[in-house]
């Protein structure tokens, strides 16, 4: 780990620390309901082959936008070719700190890198822009600069580069309230200021991990003249769905720490006071005020404690899910996931939601959240991918510098594939070749692609801390309890004992999944509520398990609208669910209930002699707590009984590819 990798872990360690002081095959597949009480309901048309050969693909829809089949892109390079060029500037010269007025008179610290042959004087001249908006601090970034520092591989090649405290963070002014209405409005702002100053041409790319990916996406939504292309790493798409409230589940492990990560390190505006020292003595009661009695800290607790606004999905996450406005992305786009990252839901949505409208790439690699941050290492270049500096030049070269540097002939898609442990190209996401098959649990406790002969029942007592030592533990504290030499949070077994396992042993050519899933469970409970959590592992043939991914939802949140929901050929593979207050609805006493349960989108080969397992057990308290008033306690000391049977059949929705599609 180099140096300034070991202090990016410290760096999120200490937010830990603030945290514990403060705070089947296609003729026998059985159709999806649209939603669990109306078992007759028809799903939606196949596909649609047209005579003129185009396929289509149905995409997920969002709060604003229905589901809807698009073209399916079956051209694109399958092999990645290598880019970079030689620095053209030896050095990358700071300028004296500034601060960026806003309209509303909240002053943004703001630090400017330029090109420059030594490292006192600057180059002469204007030059393309790389434009990077952090939580994080900037002062922090000169250190780590994936927490917004300058990138010197980009400036020696001729881009300036500006960083910029977002509002109520770092050495900035103002209150933060995670990329609110205020926040976003500055982003505009701010690119106003860039290509007014002299040593700026108005041509900028935004870019950074995590959050400051997150700004770039909403960045790029202003549709500013000058910002002309984004390559945003592991960024949000659905603020409540991808990790706050994960199937109704607030989750308790990652966002409390990264709140306070955010706090902590804006509590000492170290730069501010040098040149504005009055700036400097409001800063900290600013923040601790923001922060205990604000925003943070009563986020939190209202999460926790079911207050109505914060718990169902209102206005309130609309605004923080970047997703709602992709509509309005008219720049190229290229979207860099993790198939363990906090964001794994949405990333490869960004690419289906731009593709056709936009130059748009994909890259998912099998990575935490820190570990595509390069913590402690990206493990690029790999099987011809180049490394993430090398893409991101590539990138801004051809849309931001103008170059001739071939971006647009790389692959479309490239996602690690689990078990094969390798990059496999494609064309398109979801796989051109994907076809959803339902695979039933049942007898012998086994998965098949054949409806149950007969019916069983399996009961698991309700209880809130499984998963508490488990992959999950790793990828919802965003890949940092994975530094950790504890087998349990890499293999599943431990955490598994108590829940009610099923396996499909793999044969012959093996098993190759690639897409989003749907777990369909029939269930009751002697209590009003259960939370079902779902794991799909890789079982290997000494017994060992490698996770693929998961699922979690609280059945009284079950309420699925089908008209934004996903169907392939006819089966529904991604349910989405309203999580509106009107449409929760408790468990009856006896009530036997289907809840559909989304599993969020992975790739994985299953060798022969292995087998594809899935369990189901009754939390994951690492992904996420049901409300504690609401659902939590009403939930406990119950029994959940899963139900499997010709009348009830629980089953996996599995997006097979054919194997044939992988490159060996």
């Not at 300028?95 to 002053?107: A, H, R, Y």
């Not at 508490?468 to 955490?495: I, K, V």
């Not at 929901?565 to 006493?589: C, K």
Request: net charge negative; hydrophobic share 40%.
């Amino acid at each position: 780990m180099n140096k300034h990798n070991l202090l990016f872990a410290l760096v999120i360690t200490l937010s830990f620390a603030l945290v514990g002081c403060g705070g089947a095959s296609e003729d026998e597949a059985v159709s999806a309901p649209a939603s669990p009480s109306d078992p007759s309901a028809e799903a939606p048309e196949a596909e649609v082959e047209h005579p003129d050969t185009v396929r289509e693909i149905m995409a997920l829809g969002s709060r604003n936008a229905e589901s809807r089949y698009v073209p399916v892109v079956t051209e694109g390079a399958s092999q990645w070719q290598p880019y970079d060029r030689p620095p053209t500037y030896t050095h990358a010269v700071s300028l004296p700190n500034q601060t960026i007025e806003m309209s509303d008179g909240t002053k943004l610290f703001v630090k400017v890198t330029l090109p420059g042959f030594n490292d006192q004087t600057a180059a002469p001249g204007s030059f393309p822009v790389v434009l990077t908006q952090t939580s994080y601090n900037t002062s922090v970034g000169q250190f780590v600069p994936e927490l917004g520092g300058a990138n010197e591989y980009l400036v020696t090649r001729g881009y300036a580069h500006v960083v910029v405290d977002v509002r109520g963070t770092g050495n900035s002014g103002g209150n933060w309230e995670v990329f609110g209405e205020r926040e976003q409005a500055d982003y505009r702002e701010v690119v106003d200021w860039v290509v007014d100053q002299p040593w700026a041409l108005p041509s900028i790319g935004v870019e950074g991990i995590s959050y400051l990916g997150i700004t770039s996406i909403l960045t790029s939504q202003q549709n500013h003249p000058a910002v002309k292309a984004s390559f945003p790493i592991v960024p949000i798409g659905d603020g409540y769905r991808d990790i706050v409230f994960t199937g109704g589940n607030v989750n308790a492990t990652f966002i409390p720490s990264w709140m306070a990560l955010v706090t902590g390190l804006g509590l000492l505006p170290v730069e501010l006071l040098p040149t504005d020292p009055a700036a400097f003595t409001r800063a900290i009661p600013e923040r601790l005020t923001g922060a205990l009695l604000d925003f943070q800290v009563p986020t939190i607790l209202k999460a926790l404690l079911g207050e109505e606004e914060t718990v169902f999905d209102e206005g309130f996450w609309e605004v923080r899910s970047p997703m709602e406005g992709v509509d309005k992305i008219n720049v190229p786009t290229f979207i860099v996931g993790g198939l363990f990252d906090l964001f794994q839901r949405s990333e490869p949505l960004w690419y289906e939601r731009l593709v056709g409208r936009v130059p748009v790439k994909l890259l998912i690699g099998p990575w935490t959240h820190i570990e595509a941050a390069g913590i402690p290492d990206d493990g690029l270049p790999r099987d011809g991918v180049p490394t993430l500096d090398q893409l991101r030049l590539q990138w801004f070269d051809q849309y931001v510098m103008e170059l001739d540097a071939g971006a647009q002939d790389q692959p479309n898609v490239t996602q690690f594939v689990l078990g094969l442990d390798q990059y496999q190209t494609a064309t398109h996401w979801p796989h051109p070749e994907l076809q959803a098959k339902r695979a039933y649990l049942g007898a012998d406790r086994g998965l098949a692609f054949t409806p149950p002969a007969g019916s069983e029942t399996f009961k698991a007592f309700q209880q809130p801390l499984n998963g508490l030592c488990s992959f999950s533990t790793t990828q919802w504290t965003a890949g940092l309890t994975g530094l950790l030499p504890l087998p349990c949070l890499e293999d599943n077994r431990a955490s598994e004992l108590t829940a009610i396992k099923f396996e499909l042993p793999v044969t012959e050519q093996g098993l190759y999944l690639n897409g989003p899933m749907q777990a369909d469970l029939w269930v009751s409970s002697t209590a009003p509520d259960v939370q079902l959590s779902v794991r799909l592992d890789l079982v290997n043939p000494d017994g060992s398990t490698r996770p693929i991914t998961n699922g979690l939802l609280t059945a009284s949140m079950n309420s699925v609208d089908e008209s934004r929901s996903r169907y392939v050929n006819g089966e529904m593979i991604q349910p989405w669910h309203t999580f509106r207050a009107d449409d929760r609805a408790t468990l009856e006493r006896g009530e036997v209930r289907r809840v559909s349960v989304e599993i969020f989108p992975s790739s994985a080969f299953i060798p022969p002699g292995s087998a594809l397992r899935v369990s189901i057990n009754t939390s994951n308290v690492a992904q996420g707590v049901p409300p504690i008033l609401t659902s939590l306690i009403p939930s406990l000391l119950g029994v959940m009984t899963l139900h499997a049977g010709p009348d009830t059949p629980s089953s996996l929705v599995l997006p097979v590819v054919p194997v044939e599609a992988l490159s060996q």
